[in-house]
């Protein structure tokens, strides 16, 4: 069965982006691009909730016809245009990609569809969603993989990965990596009877 990778960046003081909503704060070089981008050969589809979505096609959609992209950013373009994209939605009513019929729109029903989808042939499912979408996903159970990026950094107020869980969910530690940039990479997976 495929997994669902969640890959996200925190602050010492576990805040996912700044009260407004800013990431300015990540420290995100080339190394940590590297190992975001390692993701590229185990996973075939990502999950993005409409902002991120939105955000996503904004850019990455201009980075291929751009001189000034870096051969980072034109393979991360490739695989999204080759990727499944799985937009979960309530307010639209499409989604596509380059004209490309590998877009899937979930509405309802996130739980059944996303267990559907990981019953499907494939690699594993990146999830790139927003703060309330992983908080959506870990209610339900639905992340396989937790990829929690600390940043060496604290803000002191912000947006909350954890708030408003109402289960709890013990984790088995996977791997750490520690970055020259201060940043330490966690990798755990729910602990599950």
Same mark, same amino acid.
């Given at each position: 069965?495929?997994?669902?990778? !969640?890959?996200?960046?925190? !602050? ?10 800013? @990431? ?7 190394? @940590? ?7 590229? $050969?185990?996973?075939? =589809? ?10 996503? $096609? ?13 051969? $980072?950013?034109?393979?991360? $373009? ?10 979960? !939605? ?63 950094? #604290? ?5 909350? @990965? ?20 201060? #940043? #330490? =990479?966690?990798?755990?997976?729910? #602990?599950?009877?």
């Amino acid at each position: 069965m495929r997994k669902v990778i !969640s890959m996200i960046h925190l !602050s010492l003081d576990g805040f996912a982006a700044g009260p407004n909503d800013e @990431l300015d704060w990540i420290a995100y070089d080339d190394e @940590l691009e590297q190992y975001a981008h390692s993701l590229h $050969a185990m996973t075939d =589809a990502v999950i993005w909730g409409r902002r991120t979505y939105e955000l996503m $096609a904004g850019y990455w959609l201009t980075v291929p016809g751009n001189p000034a992209s870096t051969p $980072a950013e034109l393979e991360h $373009a490739h695989w999204l245009d080759d990727t499944t994209k799985i937009v979960v !939605s309530r307010t639209l009513d499409r989604v596509e990609w380059n004209d490309a019929p590998n877009t899937v729109l979930i509405k309802d029903n996130i739980a059944d569809e996303i267990n559907r989808i990981k019953q499907q042939p494939g690699k594993d499912i990146w999830f790139l969603g927003s703060i309330a979408l992983a908080q959506t996903f870990m209610r339900l159970d639905l992340i396989d993989e937790y990829r929690i990026n600390i940043n060496p950094t #604290v803000l002191g107020r912000g947006k909350p @990965l954890f708030a408003g869980l109402t289960r709890d969910f013990p984790l088995k530690l996977l791997d750490t990596k520690t970055f020259k940039s201060g #940043v #330490v =990479a966690l990798r755990y997976e729910p #602990v599950r009877a």
